[in-house]
């Protein structure tokens, strides 16, 4: 019997000085929030760092854990951030077509990949408490 493979990723919702929402366009999902697999060795919250910065060109600093997401057919586990931005000029990168800073409804209305919409609205709810989505 194989062990069980797994892929474990960290994503982070970035919100700058005038609440707006840093999202970059990937190849395949469009808009969506950066993130990307953890490496081995690296933190949850390094990677949502380190995945901010080579997406998106602008450092960030992490404000809280709001959740997990499981993708249980396909054996992935990601999981979500709040974060600050910190400093950078959103750019493009190896890693996405475009970046910027979007206000928040505008945002939302450009994320159309799967749950991520959902994800990106749970992590800004004012409770703060994390959640946990199978599916």
């Not at 808009?31 to 760092?49: D, F, H, K, R, Y």
């Amino acid at each position: 019997m194989n062990p069980p493979k797994h892929i474990v990723s960290a994503a982070a919702i970035v919100l700058n000085d005038r609440n707006e929402i840093l999202l970059i366009k990937g190849p395949r999902r469009g808009w969506e929030m950066p993130g990307g697999q953890v490496e081995e060795g690296e933190s949850l919250t390094q990677a949502a760092i380190r995945e901010t910065k080579e997406e998106a060109g602008v450092d960030i600093e992490i404000i809280r854990f709001c959740g997990i997401y499981q993708n249980i057919g396909k054996g992935i586990c990601n999981t979500l951030f709040l974060a600050r931005y910190v400093s950078g000029t959103p750019i493009p990168t190896n890693e996405s077509l475009e970046s910027g800073f979007f206000p928040i409804e505008q945002a939302l209305q450009m994320v159309t990949w799967q749950n991520f919409r959902e994800r990106i609205e749970a992590c800004l709810k004012s409770d703060g408490a994390p959640v946990f989505v199978e599916f």
